[in-house]
């Protein structure tokens, strides 16, 4: 059992995006900018889309963290008793914390984009 699993594993991934949803819903991004914020061409079309969006993509980023970092600790538990060789678990690490850094992120963007197709219907 390798301790650096449950501390750099994907549950880290889990930890950044809920912290980043939370920073969002505390200190929202006042006007469209290029910087801070989710910006893709739809949320940035005037300040009501954007402000719809940046909302909702806060929320929805701190409990896709939550998701994360839970399904991150039991993935890892997971692999560290089921595979015996660490340098396979090593691995399998290593493609699961890619994979839990890209999930989440097309998920928020997904989800933000077609609330905002329904929110606003042009």
Not at 17 to 42: C, E
Request: glycine share 8%.
């Amino acid at each position: 059992m390798n301790i650096g699993n449950y501390i750099f594993g994907p549950q880290l991934v889990g930890i950044f995006i809920y912290a980043a949803g939370v920073i969002m819903q505390r200190f929202p991004p006042k006007s469209i900018n290029g910087f801070y914020g989710y910006r893709t061409l739809s949320s940035m079309k005037n300040q009501h889309t954007w402000d719809v969006a940046n909302r909702y993509a806060a929320r929805l980023m701190a409990g896709v963290g939550i998701l994360s970092f839970t399904a991150g600790i039991a993935i890892t538990i997971a692999l560290n008793y089921l595979i015996a060789d660490e340098q396979k678990t090593e691995e399998f690490m290593a493609a699961i914390t890619i994979c839990s850094a890209i999930a989440p992120a097309v998920l928020v963007i997904v989800l933000t984009e077609r609330h905002l197709n329904k929110t606003f219907k042009n």
